[in-house]
């Protein structure tokens, strides 16, 4: 009976607690998780010419400014901000219905699925990061 | 020294009231002419007598206060020269010295310890001799000729006192031999008629043959007459022995007090030790103004003399080397307005004296600008003109920094309110249409600074008035209805005057300036900002004013002045402007929160966001329902739908 050199154990756990934890955490910074099929939404595109946009679904990161308005019955309008500065800055207004049914704090992060309707942005879905 | 100086006092306002009476009222003070020393109003100065003033020159009235009294100088025009000449001339030189001691030898060979009477008349020459030597002095002013004069005058009433006498002596003899020839002719008589009385009778009894009964009676009438008239020449030689003597002493004394108020203390000195060798001990007491001297000496039993004359001149000379020692000793300190002031007093007080006459020239010289200065500030002062009296205190201070400006200047300043606060009430009453009070009111404020700039401005105003209101009726309408409010702004002060009357323009021009005040204020608040780095808050008070006064120059160009400091911040509210007139109001709130990025303290900024947001929350659902539906779950190609 071969016996397994204690050398494997002393790097091979290591190694393999380190794979593990690179298996969850680059996908959270690459953008991975929910809506990864869907193109990233680019605030300056819409800053410039929102009505090229309109109709299309885009994947957006975002983080919770500031609610500006909430309509009973029917929504809210948060103001937020993109994660990912790469395709833009600065605030844009989001319009989230009613039946996203979550609990929005100031500060929260949020992968979003928005569609451009008209010039609005509204989230068809959403997932919390 | 209290008797001493109060019997001064005494003596100086006796002198100063025998000034004040004067006869003539142009009479110089100088040359021993004097005034009226006799006079008897001596008692209008007895409450003034003990009532110790500082010492000061009152150059209005001409007049000098001196422990009290009043010295009057004469004219103050002329005063004012003499004094501006004594700074401006040159310090008296060495012939200066050689006369006083002159002076002084004259009283020395006078003295009571020199005269005897061995050498009396022999003194008397010498020093008369001594007074042609001090008169030939400029600085004399031939006032030892007078006294010289005034001596001489004394010997040739000796001499024809000596003749009165001789002529008395003789009467008297004539007199004498009168009364033995009236006694012989008397006795006569009575021996004839005693032996007429025994003669035998006749013998019927009758006296014998026809006798005179009163022989040599007239003759005897005649003795007596001339006798008679003989006594009566003796006593009028006797009266006018002492009518002479008693002139000799009034004439002597007169000038010797004339002396004294012509401030000539030294001659005044001369002429007493002449008087007190030319006359008798019992004649040394004063007549001249005798009752008023005593008046003012609180003695109850004193009898004024020579030396009481004597005591006053040498306390004026003592009191004027103390003022000059204190006016030099006030110079060398820097104290120049003091300096300047008690030089005055002094010169005043004893010209003539050496220590006043010889001070240095470099001195007076400096003193005679500020004099100068000095005077030139009081005539500013005299004609109101407030404007340029603030220049001159300060030019004088610069001279002597003892001046005190600081109490002028705070009158000045207070006149200067006054007549401001004047003319103020005249324009409100001109507004107001009371004619009346505006009047009084400028009649005011040209009463206390006749040079006020704002009066002249406001009466050219008035002046102007009704020859603008034909034409500024008409042209204020025409402006109101163009709505160049600025213009209408900026000639408010003459539209109030020409509409005064005009009720319904007056309210409208009020109107005009409330708003273009309000403009100019929010323009300045905007321009505050901008020079405070804060260009974005100083555009959104431009935008919104803008709203409203849209074609204001000023604000027109304060716009454009700002406008480079926020391109990207007036774009982006350009563009949300835009945005949501066009219907693109989720938009319209991108580019508010874009600007409200650049501007977060935006009120403007932040009252848009939650205006546009309201709006979006309330529109987007049936937004997304009717304009755009949501795609069916399996479409996530990020492509437009077409639709």
Redesign the interface.
Known sequence: MSKVNPLFFALGIPVLVIVVLMAIVIPRFAGGGKFTDLSPFSVDDYRKDWATLQGNAYRFDCQIEKQLAYEEGKGRVLAVKPTDISRGTGRVPLFVPLAAGETFEVGQRFKCKVRVVRDLLVVEDLERF | MSKLLCSFLGCVAFASLAFAQAPQPGATVSGGGGGDYRSSTGEAMGDRLFDVNSDSVDMENGSMQWKGKTFNLGNSRAMRMRFERYLASPAAGGDMTKYIATLTQIEKILGPNVVNQNNVYASQQAAFDLLFVAAEHEVDGNNCLTIATQVKKIWSMRAEFRDLNINKNQLEALRKTQEGVVVNRAERMEEANDSKANSPTTANGGKTGLTKTSQGQTELGYRVKDEQRTQAEILAKNAEMLALGLKAQVEFQSQMVGFLLARRYRHCLISSAFYRVLFKGGNQNIRVGAKEVKEFFPVSDFVPTLESVDTLAREAMNDVTTGMRTVDDLYKQGELYGAFERLQETYFLGEFEPAVMMYDQGKKREMLDLWRDLRELQRLGDERDLANVEGYVNKVRGRARDFPGAAILSRVNNAINASNMAVLSAKQAALGGDTAKAEAALERATKIWPQNPSVKEFANQVVSRQDKLSQMVPEFDRMIAEARWREVFNKKLEFALALAQDKARSDKLREVINRVGELDANIQKASVLASQNNPYLAWDVIVEISKTESDDLVLAKTRSDIAPLVADYARLIGQAEK?EREG????A???W??AQ?LNPASPSCGAA??RL??M???S??A??AT??P??AAG??V??????
Do not use: F, Q, S
Request: proline content about 9%; hydrophobic content about 50%; charged content about 25%.
């Open positions: 945005l693109g109001e989720a938009a709130l991108t580019a929160m874009a990025d966001v939650k947001a309201a979006v929350a309330k987007a659902v937004k997304a304009t755009t949501i795609p479409d996530e990020p492509v437009p739908t077409g639709k």
